[in-house]
């Protein structure tokens, strides 16, 4: 007698067709992973800094291709853009004993800097900045195209020309 | 009963849902990546060369015979001065005092050199003492079907004057 309703119950779970179809559970077992896999992509696409790129290329791979010269002489930086990669400004590293200090050109001379196109130049006294400097080094920045619009892109230490003269 | 149940995704329906995806990561994964590829550099032809025959400099105009010595055809040229013996680059912009041998463009020269061709500039009214020159070619070249104007930093001379 007992067997017999248990039998009965079972059979009548088996029978029961209530519940989530096989189509709405993959529907949802999809929509869940791309949902998911939107919030992981937006949460590291945050973390991650945009580079940009210039010429249709990774701006950091650009800094490859940037070619100038620059000496110091009588307390005048001299520069001079010898390659086709236009400079929008330049960080000048002034290394005295253990450290250094950094000058933005763009930002200290704003009225003299205009970049550096393709065979563009710029001199500047700056005697006043340099003092008994060991070695000043200058780090080229170019202009970048990002989803943002245009952002400046500093180049890696590696980038760096000593400047001769000093 | 459960895996007596047919209904869900076929599998027709299954395949294209693979393959849409896969194309559209592939998609996604090109896009962000081919910037990376590293493509070739605007730059001059080896063979660009130009020289100095003459130069002749009163202390407030500036002469010089230029010479294309090299294979291909230079446009013009950048040429700037130094104004103090101890300086190494030159900074000062001369093209602003040409006067013959060549049109002011913005920062350049502009004259055509075809291969072996020689003209003389006459620059006028220096007014600040120079001490050497410097003169870096340029062209126009053909890059993805438009034209160009490109500095050929590699070929760049530098010249000290004899000051009279």
Request: proline fraction near 3%; aromatic fraction near 10%.
């Amino acid at each position: 007698m007992k067997n017999s309703k248990v039998f009965i119950l079972k059979k009548t779970i088996y029978k029961m067709k209530k519940g989530v179809s096989p189509v709405i559970a993959t529907v949802l077992l999809i929509s869940m992973v791309i949902v998911l896999g939107l919030i992981i992509f937006l949460w590291f696409r945050g973390m991650i800094v945009e580079e940009g790129t210039k010429f249709g290329k990774n701006v950091k791979l650009v800094c490859e291709d940037v070619n100038f010269k620059a000496s110091y002489s009588e307390g005048i930086l001299s520069i001079v853009n010898l390659g086709n990669t236009p400079i929008f400004n330049m960080h000048l590293r002034i290394f005295e004993g253990k450290g250094y200090d950094t000058l933005d050109l763009k930002e200290k001379y704003p009225e003299d800097w205009e970049g550096l196109n393709s065979g563009g130049t710029f001199s500047q006294q700056i005697d006043g900045e340099v003092g008994n400097a060991d070695k000043l080094t200058l780090i080229p920045i170019l202009r970048a195209k990002s989803s943002k619009g245009e952002i400046p892109y500093i180049c890696g230490d590696e980038y760096a020309r000593e400047v001769e003269g000093i | 009963m459960l895996l007596q149940d047919k209904k869900g995704v076929s599998i027709m329906v299954g395949y294209i849902l693979l393959i849409v995806g896969a194309l559209v990561m592939g998609g996604l994964v090109y896009q962000g990546l081919k910037t990376y590829v590293p493509t070739e550099i605007i730059d001059c032809p080896e063979g660009v060369s130009i020289f100095i025959k003459e130069k002749v400099y009163d202390g407030n105009n500036l002469k010089i015979t230029l010479v294309n010595n090299g294979f291909f055809n230079i446009n013009g040229y950048f040429i700037h001065a130094t104004t103090t013996q101890e300086q190494k680059v030159a900074t000062l912009d001369l093209s602003e005092f040409i006067k013959e041998g060549g049109i002011k463009g913005g920062g350049f020269v502009l004259s055509l050199f075809e291969p072996n061709d020689e003209k003389p500039s006459n620059f006028e009214g220096i007014d600040i003492e120079i001490y050497s020159i410097q003169i870096i070619p340029m062209r126009f070249q053909k890059e993805d079907s438009r034209k160009r104007f490109v500095a050929c930093g590699n070929s760049k001379i530098n010249e000290d004057l004899n000051h009279k």
